[in-house]
């Protein structure tokens, strides 16, 4: 499912059209930073990436400890999971 407008919650279908510095909203007009668009855990941007193979979607969750040591090690970027299914 393509991410909701942080603004107005309409689905922006051509999201991966123009991945900028600040998209807009085609609805309202809402500037927002792509890698801040919820994909509800089933997609994510980022710089880093730790992957995990052979277990189901939301079958392991990570800690908060997991996701705090995580952070520190990244100079104090934030981390979030989302799953993948192939």
């Given at each position: 499912?393509p991410?909701?407008c942080?603004?107005c919650?309409?689905?922006?279908?051509?999201?991966?059209?123009?991945?900028?510095q600040?998209?807009?909203?085609p609805?309202?007009?809402?500037r927002?930073?792509?890698?801040?668009?919820d994909f509800?855990?089933s997609?994510?941007?980022?710089?880093?990436?730790?992957?995990?193979?052979?277990?189901?979607p939301?079958?392991?969750i990570p800690?908060?400890?997991?996701?705090?040591?995580?952070?520190?090690?990244s100079?104090?970027?934030?981390?979030?999971?989302?799953?993948q299914q192939?």
């Amino acid at each position: 499912l393509p991410p909701r407008c942080e603004a107005c919650r309409k689905r922006i279908s051509d999201w991966q059209k123009a991945p900028r510095q600040r998209a807009e909203c085609p609805h309202c007009g809402h500037r927002q930073d792509p890698a801040s668009y919820d994909f509800k855990q089933s997609a994510g941007f980022g710089r880093f990436l730790l992957k995990i193979e052979n277990i189901f979607p939301q079958e392991a969750i990570p800690s908060p400890r997991l996701l705090e040591v995580l952070q520190q090690a990244s100079n104090g970027a934030p981390w979030h999971h989302f799953y993948q299914q192939d």
